[in-house]
């Protein structure tokens, strides 16, 4: 790994009957449970053609336009881990597209989450695989890092720290701070 990227060990994740529970929720109920702090504005959208997507966290920060930590990523995370990128919201150059989406979905990835472009719009459209994205770009990316793996990062205006419960469905993203969850869910 080249200098000046830093991965970091994902904490605990959360327990997989919570994770279920929360996947039967909307988000705009976890929001509102959440007093609204705890979501991705609408400047994210959904990618794809299919149902919720719930799951811990893995939090990847990358410079923008470079997705080296996000190959490192998609190799690394858990089966029903959603990876969460932090692009700092550019969009000049995409992170993913379909064939890195498709690597992570065989893997087991329950879906990811770009705070920057995608490409293959089309593709990704038609698959029932969760990726939300801020912009589509046909500019590719660049493999060079630096960037950060299991660290706290910002999507949007909101706060996602590894290992939170990541909800998303047709109406954006919500992150669950672990240590909330069980109120959080019954309040929703």
């Known amino acids: 790994m080249p200098i000046g990227n830093r991965i970091l060990p994902m904490p605990a994740r959360p327990d997989k009957a919570l994770i279920s529970e929360f996947a039967q929720m909307v988000t705009p109920h976890i929001s509102d449970s959440m007093g609204r702090l705890y979501g991705a504005g609408p400047s994210m959208q959904a990618m794809y053609n299919g149902q919720t997507l719930a799951g811990p966290a893995f939090t990847v920060k990358v410079t923008p336009g470079d997705n080296l930590l996000v190959h ?9 881990d959603v990876i969460v990128v932090d692009a700092g919201g550019i969009c000049e150059n995409a992170i993913i597209g379909e064939q890195m989406s498709s690597r992570a979905e065989q893997r087991g990835v329950a879906g990811m989450i770009i705070w ?26 660049y493999k060079e890092g630096p960037g950060e793996i299991n660290v706290p990062i910002v999507i949007g205006d909101m706060v996602v720290m590894p290992g939170d419960i990541i909800v998303g469905d047709a109406d954006g993203i919500v992150a669950v701070p672990q240590s909330h969850a069980r109120e959080i869910l019954d309040s929703a």
Do not use: K
Not at 116 to 141: K, N
């Open 72 to 80: 490192w990523a998609i190799d690394t995370a858990q089966p029903g």
């Open 116 to 141: 920057g472009a995608i490409r293959d719009s089309a593709e990704l459209g038609e698959s029932s695989f969760p990726v939300f994205a801020s912009g589509v770009s046909h500019r590719g990316p």
